[in-house]
């Protein structure tokens, strides 16, 4: 069974930084793609950032430039850094990974959330 627990969130004043982290545990094969999507009440879940494993990072073009996706595969955990953060930034920010267990079995898992509020 494969948990994520997200952390880093909180509140910031616009300009600020901050740096969401997501723990992976289980019996981790590979982590093959590490996304970070937000969601606001009410709207879609937006993607955010993804990183495919030997591949080259993406970002939605309204946090390119600002947020930088980063993952250890060593030690399962996967980051964001949020920097210049605006008040349309604020969400409930969630981890998402895709990979394999072993034996064909794959995984595609979700964190609790956390939540990330911008002041003006």
């Known amino acids: 069974q494969v948990q994520l627990v997200e952390s880093g969130g909180g509140l910031v004043q616009a300009g600020g930084s901050l740096r969401l982290s997501c723990a992976a545990s289980g019996t981790i094969l590979s982590i093959d793609t590490a996304n970070w999507w937000r969601q606001n009440p009410g709207k879609r879940r937006e993607l955010v950032a993804t990183e495919p494993r030997g591949g080259t990072a993406t970002y939605a073009d309204s946090v390119k430039g600002r947020f930088t996706i980063s993952v250890d595969y060593a030690k399962k955990m996967v980051y964001l850094e949020m920097n210049s953060l605006k008040v349309e930034d604020t969400a409930v920010y969630y981890c998402?990974?895709?990979?394999?267990?072993?034996?064909?079995?794959?995984?595609?898992?979700w964190g609790q959330g956390t939540q990330v509020t911008v002041s003006s």
């Open positions: 998402n990974l895709i990979g394999g267990l072993g034996d064909d079995d794959v995984y595609d898992e």
